[in-house]
């Protein structure tokens, strides 16, 4: 008799950080160049539905401007230990930003690029076969994703710093839930779809969903016609050299 649990798909687990610095960008600045960043919060979602955050408490029992050390550790050992359990992990652009940050504050470089070349990361996979990124609201509007967001991401410190908790919370887990859903819309299509600043859909096909792992040798895409491409080395040289030999 076939063991019925055992054909039961990997959970998967969707996690996100907001910052806690409030950083205003000029158009086309990039954020990397105010490195290292603080964290405000964070929260992972299961197939999802469960959602947990992550705070640091302070003085006042409220949660703390920004998440110290263990806590950042704690996290990182949490979807960790989910990978290990048969997890998938995902994050939109967890690759070069939340994991790399994560890291920084736990100040556990070896363990957050462990849970990195495991994690599913489909914006990344996106940029390795097309030279360029394309952000999560893009992609969930065209494929119809329900759920929107609360607010930009810039707005997430600014409501942190203001004492709002609540509704930054509720963004966070917002964003996991919305990759959630992304990352089920891609598989069921098969592509990733993404509303262009032209209003247009276009598409971009994904057989299957790779690991980080797998994704570093792919072969480099035609970036000729970009004035500007970005390196693929922008989103791994912050991993440990000792993972990639």
């Not at 086309?28 to 964070?42: M, R, T």
């Not at 690759?95 to 914006?123: C, H, N, T």
């Not at 952000?135 to 609360?150: D, M, N, P």
């Amino acid at each position: 008799m076939t063991d019925l649990f055992s054909q039961r798909p990997a959970p998967r687990v969707c996690f996100d950080i907001e910052l806690s610095n409030v950083i205003e960008l000029a158009p086309g600045e990039d954020l990397d160049k105010y490195g290292p960043f603080d964290i405000s919060c964070a929260a992972a979602s299961t197939d999802g539905e469960q959602v947990r955050h992550w705070t640091t408490p302070g003085s006042d029992g409220r949660p703390a401007l920004q998440l110290d050390q263990a806590t950042a550790a704690d996290m990182l050992g949490w979807l960790r230990q989910q990978q290990l359990d048969g997890a998938r992990l995902f994050a939109w652009n967890g690759l070069s930003f939340d994991l790399r940050w994560i890291g920084s504050v736990a100040g556990d470089a070896k363990l957050a690029g462990e849970v990195a070349l495991d994690l599913y990361d489909p914006m990344f996979q996106f940029f390795v076969q097309r030279g360029f990124p394309v952000g999560l609201a893009a992609v969930a509007q065209a494929l119809g994703v329900e759920e929107q967001k609360l607010m930009s991401g810039a707005d997430a410190p600014v409501q942190w710093q203001a004492g709002n908790h609540q509704l930054v919370l509720d963004y966070v887990a917002g964003d996991c839930r919305i990759t959630d859903q992304v990352v089920r819309g891609i598989e069921q299509a098969g592509c990733i779809r993404w509303r262009t600043r032209k209003g247009t859909v276009s598409s971009e096909p994904v057989p299957e969903l790779r690991r980080v792992r797998d994704l570093l040798t792919a072969p480099e895409p035609d970036v000729s016609w970009m004035d500007s491409p970005i390196p693929r080395s922008k989103f791994t040289a912050w991993l440990p050299a000792e993972l990639l030999s």
